[in-house]
């Protein structure tokens, strides 16, 4: 069983850019999570997808987005980029909601805002 | 509100030598408790999971974690630890709601 994809992985975009980051979660995994991991925050969480729903979304501004289509494909967006966003972006897919269930992660996209 | 701690953020063990890491918890119920790990360069995996049971609880690659309720805590234990641990580790608590990550251990092991 092929595991999480995540595309691209590694990403250099300029400050006020906007950057769309996919993630293919595993065969018949209906949710989708996506966190933004740094040295000084460590993981944080952004939302959740369940059925191409967002049930949960983290504390970030709206500048961070995404939707996740019937295939369970899920992408995020980030607008008007800002030297913070730099992170690692990783994706998890789980059989269930995230909070109770085992989550299997991407390797993560590497983003660089310069 | 639901949080975790990892109080230790980084830690020296020799090859061999046994492994404790700690994981303290703050939720009103008992919760769905995780010890995820993340080698350089890649996404994270999971040891173990527990919710309800033997609160002592077997993971993979020779892990296990005990939950003691009357400490809040769910540590991670491995009674020898081997080169390959080195990595960072993770211990998350959930519920119906979502996860939320402590901020990890950072494992360094010596031969």
């Known amino acids: 069983k092929a595991g999480v994809t995540q595309t691209p992985r590694y990403l250099i975009k300029t400050r006020g850019q906007q950057v769309t980051l996919s993630c293919s979660p595993i065969?018949?995994?209906?949710?989708v999570s996506w966190y933004q991991q740094t040295p000084g925050q460590g993981l944080q969480f952004l939302f959740e997808?369940?059925?191409?729903?967002?049930?949960n979304k983290g504390n970030f501004p709206g500048r961070f987005s995404g939707r996740q289509f019937s295939n369970s494909r899920s992408e995020m967006n980030v607008s008007t980029l800002e030297l913070g966003d730099s992170a690692l972006y990783l994706c998890?897919?789980?059989?269930?909601?995230?909070?109770?269930?085992?989550?299997?992660f991407g390797p993560g996209t590497r983003l660089t805002v310069t | 509100a639901q949080s975790v701690t990892q109080p230790d953020i980084h830690i020296t063990v020799s090859e061999g030598a046994s492994l404790e890491l700690r994981c303290n918890y703050s939720?009103?119920?008992?919760?769905?408790l995780f010890w995820y790990v993340q080698s350089p360069g890649q996404g994270l995996q999971l040891l173990l999971k527990?919710?309800?049971?033997?609160?002592l609880v077997q993971g993979i690659k020779g892990f296990e974690a005990e939950f003691k309720r009357s400490q809040s805590s769910f540590n991670l234990r491995k009674p020898s630890v081997h080169w390959s641990d080195a990595a960072e580790y993770f211990c998350?608590?959930?519920?119906?709601?979502?996860?939320?990550f402590g901020t990890g251990t950072r494992l360094q092991v010596f031969p």
């Open positions: 998890a897919s789980s059989l269930g909601t995230s909070g109770t269930n085992e989550q299997y």
């Open positions: 527990y919710f309800s049971g033997d609160t």
């Open positions: 065969s018949g995994h209906r949710s």
């Open positions: 939720y009103g119920a008992t919760p769905y």
């Open positions: 997808y369940f059925s191409e729903t967002q049930r």
């Open positions: 998350a608590v959930g519920n119906t709601d979502k996860l939320i």
